[in-house]
């Protein structure tokens, strides 16, 4: 168990429609990663929030947008859903924004989202 | 570029070593992380790698070397849970902690 949770484990919705997906860091993680996988590819960076503030944007549509709350949990709205959407999305975190090597993204269980 | 090239699929035998090598693109770069993922499950980091040479951890070691773009994880005492994908990720710049991973290797370890 890294500590860091992932709400809802599984998601099907259908195309066109809007979800949100939901993270909490670790106990002290003041940076939140979220992460894109699909079957044919591999973890696909898309937005980083770092204390409340958008940090770093990835290969991020513009149908997805993501924000950082005071208590530092996360959340990523995935809007007109399509079905290529579908795929597992997984928020990481770590205490600072600098690697050193102690420092590493702990990542949460994922949310499967099934788009049909 | 971004790109990180891992080999798609390796098999090993239990008890055995397997190395699993990863190039990248050498411009920028600030440091490698090897994670293992079994399917379905989130990533859980094995090392992280900075500077030129060995890293051990146990059943685990991760090479670097910096000049060359390369990178290797190796596993020895092959045991049947090691069974999962490997996946390579690079930091690149000198002030951002984005990881860009490879599409990972596949392990399977037959008895």
């Known amino acids: 168990d890294s500590g860091v949770t992932q709400t809802p484990k599984h998601l099907i919705t259908a195309t066109g429609q809007r979800v949100t997906l939901r993270c909490s860091p670790r106990?002290?993680?003041?940076?939140v990663y979220w992460y894109q996988q699909s079957l044919d590819q591999g973890l696909q960076f898309l937005i980083q929030?770092?204390?409340?503030?958008?940090?770093a944007k990835g290969n991020i549509l513009e149908r997805f947008s993501a924000q950082q709350f005071p208590d530092l949990h996360s959340e990523l709205n995935l809007s007109s859903l399509e079905l290529g959407d579908s795929a597992l999305y997984f928020c990481?975190?770590?205490?600072?924004?600098?690697?050193?090597?102690?420092?590493?993204?702990?990542f949460g269980p994922g949310t499967r989202l099934t788009v049909l | 570029g971004q790109n990180i090239d891992q080999p798609t699929e390796m098999t090993a035998t239990e008890g055995a070593i397997v190395q699993i090598n990863c190039t990248y693109q050498t411009s920028g770069f600030n440091g490698l992380f090897w994670y293992q993922q079994h399917a379905g499950e989130a990533p859980t980091f094995l090392s992280y790698n900075v500077l030129d040479g060995l890293e051990e951890k146990g059943r685990f070691s991760s090479f670097l070397s910096r000049s060359k773009g390369y990178s290797y994880l190796l596993l020895k005492e092959l045991q049947m849970k090691d069974s999962a994908s490997y996946l390579c990720a690079v930091i690149k710049g000198s002030n951002t902690d984005k990881l860009i991973f490879g599409t990972g290797t596949r392990l399977q370890v037959f008895p």
């Open positions: 106990s002290g993680d003041l940076s």
């Open positions: 929030y770092y204390n409340g503030e958008e940090r």
């Open positions: 990481a975190s770590s205490a600072r924004l600098a690697y050193p090597k102690d420092d590493t993204q702990y």
